[in-house]
């Protein structure tokens, strides 16, 4: 005869299959939830009173085991719908504070800086800080550029959604990922090949297809896709690369910082001529490596 019913559901460490294609849950007797064990002990009377038997498939335990992981589940989500509206409206007051009152009015730049989510393009410890009015570091001694000098230098390219842009220093990637919103193809290269790597992982997580990258020294530009629409430099050389000029098409524009120490943000306008040249702000960005500081020490 049974005296009284003893489920007990043990729950260790929580194992999120929800994307994993093709791998699901067996719900059934006998059958165990990933990190989860459930068993049902009735005690029977008989000649030895501590015997038990343990029988498995309850189906209170598994309906309790499936509320639980659907209550975690939905924690989870919750957090993370959270966090979202809360860097959704820091970004949207980056866009307003730090880059429309600054006179930035293109508006297909404008929409993309505030799409693009720049949290996810620093490490996760400055993830709060991604909206500030600053660079950031991102490793390696780079940074991230502050986010009115990348809706500027955006910009300044002056493109309708149908070009071809060449950038050299992709960082983060983040500054390749707001071009891609404004233009038909983004190419971009870095020399770094650790920062490289992440970049382009971080582009093809975030969906990015017109986003094409190589590892390896920008100077020279990248012939091989030559002519560009627009050529953007987010290192300083002290002087402006020839091989830039001469992959731009009639037309195009390289916008670029030059300098030392000292350093001015330029708009250089190609025309059959030859060469429009315009100053815009003293900036200071890192400088530009490789064969560009080789040169450098030539002179």
């Known amino acids: 005869m049974t005296r009284h019913l003893d489920s007990r559901l043990h729950l260790s460490s929580y194992e999120d299959t929800t994307d994993l294609p093709g791998r699901g849950i067996m719900v059934g007797p006998a059958s165990t939830l990933p990190g989860v064990t459930t068993s049902m002990v009735i005690e029977r009377e008989d000649s030895n009173p501590r015997a038990r038997r343990p029988i498995a498939g ?8 499936v509320v639980l992981l659907l209550l975690a ?4 989500a919750m957090v993370l ?3 979202n509206d809360r860097f959704n409206f820091h970004r949207q007051s980056m866009v307003e504070d730090q880059i429309v ?5 293109d508006p297909e730049v404008v929409k993309a800086m505030g799409e693009v989510p720049r949290h996810a393009f620093v490490p996760r410890h400055l993830q709060e800080q991604a909206y500030i ?6 490793g390696s001694g780079q940074t991230i550029s502050q986010p009115y000098i990348v809706a500027l230098m955006t910009e300044l390219l002056e493109l309708d959604g149908d070009e071809k842009v060449l950038e050299i220093g992709t960082g983060s990637g983040y500054q390749a990922a707001v071009l891609a919103r404004v233009a038909r193809e983004v190419y971009t290269i870095e020399i770094r090949e650790e920062l490289g790597q992440q970049a382009q992982e971080r582009l093809s997580e975030l969906g ?3 986003v094409f990258m190589r590892i390896g020294d920008g100077y020279q530009g990248w012939p091989e896709e030559a002519p560009f629409d ?15 000029i001469d992959q731009l098409k009639v037309g ?4 670029i910082p030059v300098g030392d120490f000292f350093q001015d943000l330029l708009v250089l306008t190609k025309t059959a001529d030859g060469v429009e040249r315009k100053e815009i702000i003293p900036v200071r960005f890192v400088p530009m490596i490789g064969e560009a500081e080789e040169q450098k020490q030539r002179r």
């Open 81 to 83: 719908q959270a966090q």
């Open 58 to 65: 309850s189906r209170g335990c598994w309906a309790r085991s």
């Open 133 to 138: 009015d600053s660079p950031l570091s991102i």
């Open 252 to 255: 195009g524009k390289l916008v």
């Open 101 to 105: 009152r600054r006179g930035v009015d």
């Open 230 to 244: 627009g050529i953007m430099v987010t290192a300083a050389p002290d002087t402006v690369p020839a091989p830039l």
């Open 73 to 76: 589940g939905l924690g989870h």
């Open 208 to 210: 990015y297809k017109n």
